[in-house]
């Protein structure tokens, strides 16, 4: 059982200022594996000031100074790696090898990012008369979702430090036990106190006390797109900074001339990967009309072939994050089914034999972009084939979303793929695969705005000053 009952404010490991505990359940067991402290408005209060007394001197380091800074928090967190993959499991369910695989090294590869991006930026430019000086906005308040833990934690805190920002980090109700960690990280990293902060608790509360402060320059949110509206409306008070990377229903478009197997397998394995808990996931998958029926075969063998149980066995898939989640994607395949998509792989109950858990079997329809499932987030291993009759139709259908924020173009044809590219209007596209850690990624539409990874995501955390005349004329 872990019992994380305590913030972490101004250096310290402090406890709320009004006790109030809430019980986190392990979504691969029904079983409460811990327990968290909930702060209230007063607990951010107090991290805001500390945040703010911090800026005074951290927000004047030099990029050397605030290199070492990073490069010590690396080395502590390669000390405790596996135990961060640990707590990813247990919190939201991911397998054990994808937990201290993929999320954290995506953890290790922002922070190695923004150690790479800081050594090179350039934050003065003299052009004619006037210096243009790059500087930190101040105080953010950082609210992350608990899908990607490391990731969305990782992607804006070392951003933000490397840019020299002082900020409170508000972990996910759902799995705070990384965050937890991470903040002992930084801490035995040496992080001057009141730079980091952490409160943890409701966004109902934490959130919103964030969002609504005076003294809080920036918010960055990762999360669904009502609540993302939300905190725009209680920032636009204080005129805050918002940056946004919110839900998203990505196309991954198989041109004709791409091999239909191994692509609709990959597309397919790809929405199970972390139980479809992934915004850029490719939830509808568009294939020609006219090879329908290989691309049916070769979804559904690739979704019967995903394996599923216990995060801690060797299995591709775990359970999904909570009951209420387990829940909102049962209602979608109802809906699926109710709408007349087909049903070719997985659906309604559990996985058999799986009974205590929040498992979800691999699910694949063959449907139209009109249907809800095409056409909302479901947040779950739930995909969409839809047939295409030309390029000009594929592009259409991916286009016809409120959403834009991933995209996939799958083509032999190089250039073909590339054209295609172009006409997504989508923040982020991967044209036959690939990663990159410098690629910004975040919205178009209501995917968001801001972008984060990278020099595009470090640049979130600065602010423009022109100084005319610096030099005389
Ligand atoms: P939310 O958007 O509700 O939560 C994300 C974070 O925001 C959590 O830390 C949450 O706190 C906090 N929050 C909640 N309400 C507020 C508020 N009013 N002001 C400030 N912060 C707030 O996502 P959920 O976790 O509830 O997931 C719901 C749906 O969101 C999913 O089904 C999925 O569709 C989508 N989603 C999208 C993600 C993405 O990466 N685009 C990531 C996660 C979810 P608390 O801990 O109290 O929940």
Redesign the pocket.
Known sequence: MRNYTQFYIDGQWVDPIAPRTAQVVNPATEEVSGTISLGSAVDVDKAVAAARRAFATFGETSAKERLDLLEAILAEYLKRETELGEAVSEEMGAPMSLACGFHTLLGKGHLSTAIEVLKDFKFEEQRGVTMIRKEPIGVCGL??????PMN?TCVKIFPALAAGCTMIL?????A?YSAQILAEILHDAGVPAGVFNMVQ????????A??THEDVDM?S????????V??QK?AADTVKRVGL????KSAWIVLDDASLATNVAAATGGMMGNSG????AGSRLLVPNARMDDAIAAATEAANGVTVGDPKGNFAMGPV?SK??YE?IQGYIEKGLEEGAKLIAGGLGKPDGLDKGYYVKPTVFVGTNHMVIAR?????PVLVIIGYDDVDHAVEIANDSNFG?GGYVSGEDLDAARAVSRRMRTGAIWVNGGFDFHAPFGGYKR??NGREWGEHGFAEYLETKSVVGWNQA
């Open positions: 609210i992350t979702p608990w899908n990607w969305q508000k972990p996910p109700q759902l705070p608790g409701k966004g109902s509360e934490i959130g919103t964030l969002s918010i949110f990762t999360g669904s797109e009502p609540v993302g939300q905190i209680d990377e919110l839900g998203g808990q992934t915004c850029s994050v209420s989640q909102i909302e987030e479901i947040f779950g924020l995917s968001g």
